[in-house]
């Protein structure tokens, strides 16, 4: 990347006019505080809420928040006057976006007092979050608030200096008692808007019994069903934008042409016109999100826990073996489709095949190993509770549970080539424990495993059906490989 080139910034937009989203944006007051600013929000709802700007107006500005104590983004984005670039990649070529959506950055652990006076802002009437699972402070096991979570245990003592979403939600919240804003979750999360709600207002009674009533009674917390395929920056992806812009960008995004938001239209303090540029609003997300969850990120899952296994390093790799694309295609149109609940007009067999499609463009480069993080969260609603609903209508889930025993298999932190990783996961210290213990003893392997609640529903996990299917993967994975395994449950 030349350095002599400019970098990004106000001063460089006349020359950028081709790369706008649209004409004159002004200067729009901030209308929404999103929490966990990250590379998803910034190629998804940051598009979005501009574009909805651009097509009918209205102070939607977006004050970006990143959660944790990472102040590279804020320091990136107030280099470039908060623009930025979206590279999208796919067999049409490339382009590149400059998005102008957000105004501010802030660093929640080092201004708290910030962050809060800009929730407490009467002109702020959505607070959206992409904080990923482990940021909702959720314990699968009580299906509510993790009480023992440690930025819970401050936040009750300290409700005024808070450090958890909820914690900070519902400081802001209380002294906005006469306009609530709207709690919007953007998160791959099954019922993400009714989970935020039940650990918002148990946080909140947990205070006082009259805030979480009033919560309960008064914030809205609307499902939400996102998707667009958003890999990690590169340098390479660098050196592309500013190839084709002249500009250097320090943190582009790079995505997918393909784009999906479904909300559910619940926002008495009104909303940008999101409809009016692609978004869908309806009555109920939840048909829309669970095809999400299964269909797409649970074969995300499998590749990515098979795919680390097999030396298939990002997704299109992985997706242009023969045997793997034979697997994934059987596993949605047998085992995953055939659970689904959705509107007469969801055609599944056109979901799944524009699935396999956007797996195989080359261009983005989507990294198993990023994908298989925080598996311990992403288990239960992408692929645990499919293989719940296959067991209950007496149906085969063979290779859903080829899929959770490689996720076994991969916590072992070493591929069938010898080469040795680490595990991104809020359960990490645990799971390698385990995993060790069961080293060379599936046996062994699955009695630790399905003994950890956190994860396994005990009816799922004393389900003799279930452990005969594990035993029989981890036995294949083990003697054969992956790659071998995947040709024979294909």
């Known amino acids: 990347m030349s350095t002599s080139l400019p970098r990004l910034g106000a001063a460089q937009l006349p020359a950028l006019q081709a790369h706008l989203l649209g004409g004159e944006l002004g200067e729009p007051a901030i209308g929404i505080v999103h929490l966990g600013l990250g590379n998803f929000h910034r190629a998804h709802q940051a598009i979005y809420t501009e574009q909805a700007m651009l097509a009918a107006g209205g102070d939607w500005g977006i004050c970006g928040v990143t959660v944790l104590d990472e102040p590279a983004m804020q320091q990136v984005m107030a280099e470039q006057d908060n623009l930025y670039s979206v590279l999208t990649s796919d067999r049409d070529g490339?382009?590149?976006q400059i998005v102008r959506a957000i105004r501010k950055v802030l660093v929640a652990p080092r201004q708290q007092a910030e962050v809060l006076a800009q929730m407490r802002d009467p002109r702020v009437r959505i607070v959206s979050l992409t904080v990923t699972e482990k940021g909702y402070c959720y314990d699968a096991k009580t299906n509510g608030l993790d009480f023992n979570h440690p930025a819970i245990q401050h936040d009750l003592a300290h409700p005024d200096?808070?450090?958890?979403?909820?914690?900070?939600?519902?400081?802001?919240?209380?002294?906005?008692?006469?306009?609530?804003?709207?709690?919007?979750?953007?998160?791959?999360?099954?019922?993400?808007?009714?989970?935020?709600?039940?650990?918002?207002?148990?946080?909140?009674?947990?205070?006082?019994?009259?805030l979480g009533k009033w919560v309960a009674e008064s914030v809205r917390f609307p499902c939400t069903m996102v998707d667009r395929i958003v890999p990690a920056t590169t340098d390479e992806i660098r050196d592309t934008v500013a190839r084709i812009t002249g500009c250097v960008d320090a943190w582009p995004v790079p995505g997918e042409s393909f784009r999906q938001w479904v909300i559910e239209d619940d926002f008495p303090s009104g909303r940008p016109a999101w409809e009016k540029v692609g978004a869908m609003l309806v009555?109920?997300?939840?048909?829309?999100?669970?095809?999400?969850?299964?269909?797409?990120?649970?074969?995300?899952?499998?590749?990515?826990?098979?795919?680390?296994?097999?030396?298939?390093?990002?997704?299109?790799?992985?997706?242009?073996?023969?045997?793997?694309?034979?697997?994934?295609?059987?596993?949605?149109?047998e085992e995953i489709a055939p659970t689904l609940?959705?509107?007469?007009?969801?055609?599944?067999?056109?979901?799944?095949d524009q699935l396999l499609m956007r797996y195989a463009n080359p261009a983005l480069k989507h990294k198993t190993m990023q994908i298989a993080s925080d598996g311990s969260l992403k288990l239960p609603p992408r692929l645990l509770g499919t293989i719940a609903d296959r067991i209950a209508a007496g149906a085969s889930y063979r290779?859903?549970?080829?899929?959770?025993?490689?996720?076994?298999?991969?916590?072992?932190?070493?591929?069938?080539?010898?080469?040795?990783?680490?595990?991104?996961?809020?359960?990490?210290?645990?799971?390698g424990e385990l995993a060790a213990q069961g080293a060379g003893n599936d046996a062994a392997l699955l009695d630790a495993l399905l003994g950890l609640e956190e994860i396994f529903p005990p009816a799922l996990a004393t389900h003799a059906g279930f452990r005969t299917e594990l035993m029989l993967a981890l036995a294949c994975l083990g003697k054969e490989g992956a790659r071998a395994t995947i040709a024979h449950y294909a």
Request: net charge neutral.
């Open 283 to 333: 009555d109920d997300v939840i048909p829309y999100e669970l095809a999400k969850l299964r269909m797409l990120n649970g074969t995300h899952s499998t590749m990515a826990y098979l795919g680390v296994l097999g030396g298939f390093e990002t997704v299109d790799e992985a997706i242009a073996d023969p045997a793997m694309f034979k697997l994934i295609h059987a596993m949605m149109s």
């Open 341 to 352: 609940s959705v509107p007469d007009s969801f055609d599944r067999a056109a979901y799944r």
């Open 94 to 96: 490339q382009q590149v």
């Open 161 to 210: 200096a808070p450090r958890s979403v909820p914690g900070y939600l519902v400081a802001a919240l209380r002294s906005r008692r006469d306009n609530p804003f709207t709690v919007l979750s953007c998160d791959n999360l099954a019922h993400n808007g009714r989970i935020l709600r039940k650990v918002v207002v148990q946080y909140a009674e947990a205070i006082d019994a009259e």
């Open 399 to 431: 290779r859903l549970a080829l899929a959770v025993a490689a996720w076994m298999r991969f916590l072992q932190r070493r591929s069938d080539a010898g080469l040795s990783y680490e595990i991104n996961d809020p359960m990490a210290a645990k799971l």
